[in-house]
């Protein structure tokens, strides 16, 4: 099942190209803030399935083409997004050591939404492409032979980063949680719809270039094992976000004017736009095409404010 917001943060299942709205099936469940609704359908799922999949075949519902979509969890409690989690197309000799950090859920931004970026001495703006998993009810301690049992479903995410910011080793807090730095969507996606997980294609676009192509299978540390060491440090509940890493090697510059399409497997297409006032510019390359020039680092800033702390 499909399930998103549109308009007004109405509650949505998607059936083929329309919209169908089921928000008075759980609304009387929930107040009507749009996180406890989908809360309220997250960890009442079974309740209300077969309502939700009986209105989304027999109701006439709206054109996904004549809707604003909206985040599918405007306001999540936690973002835990995991660090360094892929082998790099197998140039990583080993795993680097399992490790995550936090992103504020003020980040948080959906389809046709605007990324901005930031008047901060950044070296460059990157986002990476990430498969996201929804957690489905409080965990806790989970062990790992559990894990999926407490996933909920799947989406579409972007990790916003503001890299090179100073001081050293003050970095992620003020890289990683700033405002607008954590698109989702179209949509959330159950766990049924994806049959595995770890064998998904992810794709990101800018401006219709192809820049990160890479398969989940890639990841260092898999979703039981991330899921088993984020709920040994803290719990996570139902609409929680774990992301869970991406592919460096395909990053490039977000920079103004810029559209982003991100497309996992089975999970729609989420599409941001980006702005910076400051107009800043960088070269038009990935990692990997830097690498394969024989030149090391992030391409350097172009023009625009600050221009000289990246050179």
């Not at 790992?144 to 503001?162: E, H, L, P, Q, T």
């Not at 996606?189 to 294609?201: C, F, S, W, Y």
């Not at 219709?208 to 299978?217: A, E, F, V, W």
């Not at 094992?225 to 490039?252: F, K, Q, Y």
Request: aromatic share 8%; net charge neutral; proline share 6%.
């Amino acid at each position: 099942m499909k399930i998103l917001f549109f308009d007004d943060f109405k509650l949505g299942v998607l059936q083929d190209d329309k919209v169908v709205d089921v928000t008075k099936i759980i609304l009387g469940s929930s107040n009507g803030n749009p996180h406890d609704l989908i809360k309220t359908l997250i960890v009442d799922f079974e309740k209300y399935k077969n309502k939700l999949e009986l209105a989304a075949k027999n109701e006439k519902g709206v054109p996904l083409v004549n809707v604003k979509i909206r985040p599918p969890l405007p306001n999540p409690r936690n973002i835990d997004c995991m660090a360094v989690n892929y082998m790099e197309d197998g140039t990583r000799k080993e795993p680097a050591p399992i490790n995550a950090f936090h992103k504020s859920p003020n980040a948080i931004i959906g389809q046709e939404d605007t990324m901005e970026l930031p008047d901060v001495p950044a070296t460059i703006f990157e986002g990476e492409a990430e498969l996201a998993l929804v957690i489905g009810k409080h965990a806790s301690k989970v062990q790992a032979k559990d894990a999926m049992d407490y996933v909920f479903g799947y989406m579409n995410f972007i990790d916003g980063s503001a890299r090179g910011l100073l001081p050293t080793g003050n970095t992620f807090f003020q890289m990683k949680s700033r405002d607008t730095f954590a698109p989702i969507g179209p949509y959330l996606v159950t766990a049924d719809e994806i049959k595995n997980p770890h064998q998904l294609q992810v794709k990101l676009w800018v401006n219709g270039n192809l820049m990160q192509d890479y398969n989940t299978s890639d990841m260092a540390h898999n979703i039981p094992r991330c899921i088993e060491w984020v709920t040994s440090i803290h719990t996570l509940e139902p609409g929680d976000i774990l992301a869970m890493g991406t592919n460096h090697r395909g990053l490039n510059p977000f920079q103004d004017g810029d559209t982003v399409e991100l497309e996992t497997e089975g999970l729609g297409r989420l599409r941001i736009n980006i702005r910076d006032p400051l107009k800043r510019t960088w070269a038009r390359e990935t990692r990997l095409q830097r690498q394969q020039k024989g030149l090391e680092g992030q391409t350097p800033q172009l023009s625009g404010k600050y221009t000289k702390v990246s050179a």
